[in-house]
């Protein structure tokens, strides 16, 4: 299993900003993709998840209502729009596969078997 998260970049405050995961190597369309976020000298962190069919997503708080999760099953991809983008938000964003159920302990990273190897997110003036 690959996974390989792209489109990060410096934005602006209040600025949007689509990342991308590509996965190969699973059956991506049975496979719940979540995105998590690691700033500099914190924890890594849950942002968001979606189903293999894309009809279960959850998000954290923190960027409930700005950030909307998505995906492709034809092109093997899940995508991560953000909007309404913060300082705060700066941070290295990995996506990763989740095993069992998508409900199920998502926030949790350790519920997560495959992750690819981040993208940086800078929101800064």
């Known amino acids: 299993v690959q996974l390989q998260a792209f489109g990060g970049g410096v934005v602006q405050p209040g600025g949007s900003r689509r990342l991308s995961c590509a996965a190969s190597?699973?059956?991506?369309?049975?496979?719940?993709i979540g995105w998590f976020r690691q700033a500099p000298g914190k924890e890594r962190e849950f942002v968001s998840i979606i189903s293999g069919r894309g009809t279960l997503k959850f998000y954290a708080d923190s960027v409930k209502g700005r950030f909307t999760i998505s995906r492709d099953n034809a092109k093997n991809t899940v995508y991560l729009r953000m909007n309404s983008l913060k300082p705060e938000d700066t941070a290295v964003y990995y996506c990763a596969t989740k095993r069992g159920p998508t409900y199920s302990d998502y926030y949790n990273e350790g519920s997560y078997v495959s992750w690819g190897q981040g993208t940086l997110v800078t929101v800064s003036s």
């Open positions: 190597g699973l059956d991506f369309s049975d496979s719940a």
